[in-house]
């Protein structure tokens, strides 16, 4: 391998070159700055701004201490969802459970559809004002409303309305698999903040931002893979540290709002310039649901709907039309009420379970997934459940900067046996 170029241009196109021509793979390390500053005769400034080039484009990946290293551009990433072909007891997916969605046929025979054309307003009237209702306690005052087809979607969009590739964003350490893909694809840098049992951690969250991070996605409660959700006092503690960085775009991702068990606290300074405030409906009604709230102040909502442009990529009328005619009946919330209840009753079993093998876990936690925090090597354990008949996810593909050592188990569907068989299996795993 011949890196050459005298120019931070010329670097990168040669790189860029001896990558698409496979002599460089995935997973190959670049030399150091210094090292090829030195053989290039160039300053390191120059071979520094090419790698950043490189990252920025997706043809390398930064690893800190381990350098920058070739990512492979074309191979799929690793996804959330079943794996419908696999023999193991999937408890990876981070599906809800089918038997708490909500009926959309007959939703479909209540909602009375009339076409809409180009230029009409984007957001169905009834579920705007159910949203609206909703939101409000939650929300600085005078904040608009906007829909997008899901969470994931408008958080990509609302990044995309503010940031620049190459821009650095914070995220909690581990993060939602979704989170890391976007912001890969976008070209921007994830920079990791860990979380305990609070949430994520503020001081760690400055340091982030006073690096130069320009937006922030945080999660309020049921964070994923953790479970675990912002006390108030930690909430507090991350709005003043956000009040001191008034031009950081926040995004406050609380995708299993309909479901919380937890108390939502807010982040969000009362004025605060750059803020959005997005809640799903795809895990309480399924997720070909493809539609999310996003309440923010007015600059963000017009950027965007630069974004959400009408005529090219509204959220269809007839799925508006249809959660509309879900969320605002009374049997909806009785559905919902279940469905908390059952998912807690499901994580507090195998919380027990593992508790009575000697298993440490995130306890008391929320949303479909139970953490599993390990000292050893995840993928090995991971492995061996594996060969006792067990789908799990581990750390490796929820890691953000450092690694994070953990299991992530999905609760929806788990079965008082199955917590029993799978804490067993877990302790003989892990010897």
């Not at 350490?173 to 609070?198: K, M, R, W, Y």
């Not at 991070?213 to 409660?221: D, E, G, L, N």
């Not at 390990?374 to 900067?401: E, N, T, Y």
């Not at 050592?405 to 302790?427: F, H, M, V, Y």
Request: glycine letters at 6%.
């Amino acid at each position: 391998m011949v890196i050459q170029g005298k120019t931070a241009a010329e670097i990168f196109e040669c790189v860029r070159a001896l990558a698409q021509s496979q002599t460089l793979r995935s997973g190959d390390s670049l030399p150091p700055v210094r090292d090829l500053a030195a053989q290039l005769g160039v300053a390191r400034n120059t071979v520094a701004s090419a790698y950043r080039r490189l990252v920025v484009a997706g043809i390398a990946t930064t690893h800190g201490r381990l350098g920058t290293i070739i990512r492979n551009q074309y191979e799929p990433s690793e996804q959330e969802g079943a794996q419908t072909d696999s023999p193991l007891t999937d408890l990876a997916s981070g599906n809800p459970n089918v038997a708490w969605l909500p009926d959309v046929a007959a939703a479909l025979q209540r909602t009375a559809y009339t076409p809409k054309l180009y230029g009409e307003p984007t957001v169905n009237a009834e579920l705007k004002a159910y949203i609206q209702q909703w939101m409000a306690p939650d929300c600085p005052p005078n904040f608009e409303v906007d829909l997008t087809h899901g969470a994931v979607d408008g958080i990509e969009r609302l990044l995309s309305a503010y940031l620049v590739a190459g821009d650095k964003v914070a995220v909690e350490n581990p993060c939602f698999l979704s989170s890391i893909h976007t912001l890969g694809a976008l070209g921007f840098q994830a920079a990791g903040v860990s979380v305990d049992s609070e949430g994520m951690l503020a001081d760690e969250l400055e340091a982030v931002l006073s690096k130069g991070a320009r937006a922030v996605i945080i999660t309020p409660r049921a964070h994923n893979p953790t479970g675990c959700s912002l006390s108030q006092q930690r909430a507090q503690a991350l709005s003043k540290v956000l009040a001191k960085y008034p031009n950081v775009l926040i995004i406050v991702d609380d995708h299993f709002a309909l479901l919380s068990n937890a108390t939502y606290y807010s982040v969000i300074p009362n004025d605060a310039i750059r803020w959005a405030l997005v809640r799903s409906f795809s895990k309480a009604l399924g997720p070909d649901m493809r539609v999310a709230a996003v309440a923010s102040d007015s600059a963000t909502s017009k950027a965007l709907g630069l974004r959400l442009t009408s005529g090219t990529s509204w959220v269809s009328h007839l799925l508006q039309g249809i959660v509309a005619a879900i969320v605002t009946q009374p049997q909806t919330n009785e559905l919902l009420a279940k469905a908390k209840h059952d998912y807690h009753q499901r994580r507090q079993l195998l919380e027990q379970a593992l508790h009575q093998h000697g298993i440490a876990c995130q306890m008391q936690g929320d949303g479909l997934n139970l953490w599993i925090p390990l000292q050893v090597d995840d993928q090995s354990i991971a492995l061996a459940l594996a060969r006792r008949g067990w789908l799990v996810r581990h750390g490796a593909s929820l890691a953000v900067d450092d690694a994070v050592n953990g299991l992530r188990i999905t609760i929806s569907d788990i079965t008082p046996e199955q917590c029993e068989k799978l804490a067993q299996d877990i302790k003989r795993s892990l010897g």
